[in-house]
């Protein structure tokens, strides 16, 4: 009979009392109080920096296919802001984008998707960018009208690579 009246009683006291409860919200408040500032510092730009840097790269890789798939000339134009413009090129090869002539597939403001993420005007012959008239073009075999890169760079001094080689080679780099 004592072991019956010992059992109900472990079951009666089993649980968290107030105490613990309090204490373990504490230490997840001071974990947290401590963990969303180093995100936003030091995780969330370098995210930030990543994601468009891996956009450019996949917009290039979509002029390229896109340019292999049509039997056509496919390029990006890249302007302050920083932003770019996915186009059909309609014009010689090497000619400078006109808006108006040309057929726009999609247009890119980095700054509004990836905040405080800009053309690191350091590099590039000062605006970031090494394309001749900061435009270039992937032709129907996949190859490049011209080689160039373009540098992105966060708040916190990181930087990023696109590289694009004349054979229409793309490679993200950090730096």
């Known amino acids: ?3 019956l009246f010992t059992s ?3 079951r009666a006291n089993t649980g968290f ?4 409860l309090m204490l373990v919200i504490g230490i997840i408040t001071v974990t947290l109080a401590i963990a969303i500032p180093a995100y ?11 994601g468009a840097a891996r956009q450019l790269h996949g917009d290039i890789q979509l002029a390229r296919l896109r340019a292999v798939s ?9 302007s302050a802001g920083p932003s770019y413009t996915v186009f059909r090129d309609n014009n010689p090869p090497n000619s400078q984008y006109d808006a108006g002539a040309e057929d726009v597939i999609k247009t ?26 900061s435009s270039f073009s992937m032709m129907s075999r996949g190859l490049a009208t011209n080689q160039g890169r373009v540098f992105l760079i966060n708040e916190k001094g990181e930087g990023r690579r696109i590289v694009v ?11």
């Open 40 to 50: 936003h510092l030091n995780i969330k730009p370098t995210a930030h920096l990543n």
């Open 17 to 20: 009392t107030l105490a613990e």
């Open 165 to 175: 080689n004349n054979m229409g080679g793309v490679r993200l780099e950090k730096y």
């Open 8 to 10: 109900r009683l472990v």
């Open 70 to 78: 049509e039997n056509t000339r496919c390029g990006l134009a890249f």
């Open 1 to 3: 009979m004592k072991s």
């Open 108 to 133: 890119v403001n980095l700054g509004n998707e990836y905040k405080n993420v800009q053309f690191d005007t350091s590099e590039g012959g000062g605006d970031g960018i090494t394309f001749v008239n």
